[in-house]
């Protein structure tokens, strides 16, 4: 699964590169998903970067979808198509995120709600639907964070508490994931 927020060309080059390569490797891995783009230009170059991986595996190897992942139906909804294409999911990538600069006081219930709602409910609803897919016979999760989620920022509330949020997250889920036999 390869999400994506603001990436420049060479970074995703750079992920289809690795992608291929690890691939080429290890044959498991045979899924590749698009589970977030947040721009048209993104839109683009994933797009691009999985016609190169399709041309390489094959088809049946990638398949792409936009998914709004704050919309726990979309997620559920995707998960499901997920399984009924591939029955299974070697990686995920969560890694969408938003954020706004302003003071504490300006914010709105609205603007909270969104931030959270992608980088940590959107991580949250990834790696719900995404556990039942790979325990099936095994996988990884990748939760993307930021050194926001470290430190505060006076004019990032929203921002550092959802990173943060997601390194906590992350350490639930590798302990739950830990206890599942593929």
Not at 35 to 49: C, N, P, T
Not at 67 to 83: I, K
């Amino acid at each position: 699964v390869v999400p994506s927020y603001g990436l420049t060309q060479d970074e995703v080059e750079r992920i289809e590169r690795e992608s291929l390569e690890h691939a080429r490797s290890d044959m498991t891995l045979h899924r590749v998903i698009d589970l977030r783009v947040h721009s048209e230009l993104d839109l683009k170059w994933i797009g691009e970067a999985l016609a190169r991986v399709r041309d390489e595996l094959g088809a049946a190897c990638v398949f792409a979808a936009r998914v709004d992942v704050g919309d726990r139906e979309a997620m559920r909804t995707f998960a499901e198509e997920v399984h009924a294409r591939h029955g299974a999911l070697d990686v995920l990538v969560n890694n969408a995120g938003v954020g706004a600069a302003m003071p504490l006081h300006l914010y709105s219930d609205r603007d909270w709600r969104r931030i959270v709602g992608v980088n940590l409910d959107g991580t949250f609803l990834g790696c719900k639907h995404a556990m039942p897919l790979l325990k099936r016979k095994g996988g990884s999760i990748v939760n993307v964070s930021s050194v926001a989620g470290l430190i505060g920022g006076h004019n990032f509330t929203a921002y550092n508490a959802s990173k943060g949020g997601v390194r906590l997250l992350s350490k639930s889920v590798a302990l739950y994931g830990a206890r599942l036999d593929p």
